[in-house]
């Protein structure tokens, strides 16, 4: 099986922009979750999506959006970008069900606003 | 809510040596997860291992096992015969029901020539 991916690898935006990341999961997998990794703050959760329905949610402004389509398929979305944005966005996925599934992870988005 | 502390923010250690990570987990649930995930200077995150509260025994894959302390909520992974490519960061996880991911802060893992 294919592993996750994300697209694209690298990004540069200036503030005030808005960007739209995107995340296949592995095939079969129902759940996806977002994160931001900063070196400062470490992997913060963003939130998960299961079956299109976001599920969880972590403690990020408004600006930080998200949806999930009918093939599992994920979008993130920031708008009004800030100099603090710039983070590596990893997504991860699960299959979904109540296995104690690892999350797996795609190899990221590299965020850089200047 | 779940949290997740590893008090080591760097560690080193000598090629073909034995290391352990530690971990600490706060949780008033009986039933949960425990995973440790390695990212190395490529940045794809990848598991090392994991651990079923409800099993007391350690887990173990080759040269990677835990502590499991339950009691104690403690989880620590400890890598034997260290290698180069074992360079990377470390994260424990803590999981319920395959939601809710909470990961610690990370460990830098540096392995000496």
């Known amino acids: 099986k294919a592993g996750v991916t994300q697209t694209p690898r690298y990004l540069i935006k200036t503030r005030g922009q808005q960007v739209t990341l995107s995340c296949s999961p592995i095939s079969g997998h129902r759940s996806v979750s977002w994160y931001q990794q900063t070196p400062g703050q470490g992997l913060q959760f963003l939130f998960e999506?299961?079956?299109?329905?976001?599920?969880n949610k972590g403690n990020f402004p408004g600006r930080f959006s998200g949806r999930q389509f009918s093939n599992s398929r994920s979008e993130m979305n920031v708008s009004t970008l800030e100099l603090g944005d710039s983070a590596l966005y990893l997504c991860?996925?699960?299959?979904?069900?109540?296995?104690?599934?690892?999350?797996?992870f795609g190899p990221g988005t590299r965020l850089t606003v200047l | 809510a779940q949290t997740v502390t590893q008090s080591q923010p760097e560690m080193s250690v000598q090629e073909a040596e034995t290391v352990t990570l530690s971990c600490t987990y706060d949780t008033s649930e009986s039933d949960y997860y425990l995973f440790w995930y390695k990212q190395p200077p490529s940045r794809q995150m990848i598991l090392v291992i994991r651990?079923?509260?409800?099993?007391?025994q350690n887990a173990t894959e080759n040269r990677f096992s835990v502590n499991f302390q339950k009691a104690a909520k403690s989880f620590s992974l400890k890598i034997s015969d260290s290698q180069l490519g074992d360079a990377a960061m470390y994260f424990c996880?803590?999981?319920?029901?395959?939601?809710?991911?909470?990961f610690g802060p990370g460990t830098r893992l540096s392995v000496l020539p």
């Open positions: 991860a996925s699960v299959p979904g069900t109540t296995a104690p599934n690892e999350q797996f």
């Open positions: 996880a803590f999981s319920v029901y395959g939601q809710n991911f909470v």
């Open positions: 999506y299961f079956s299109e329905t976001q599920r």
């Open positions: 651990q079923e509260a409800y099993k007391q």
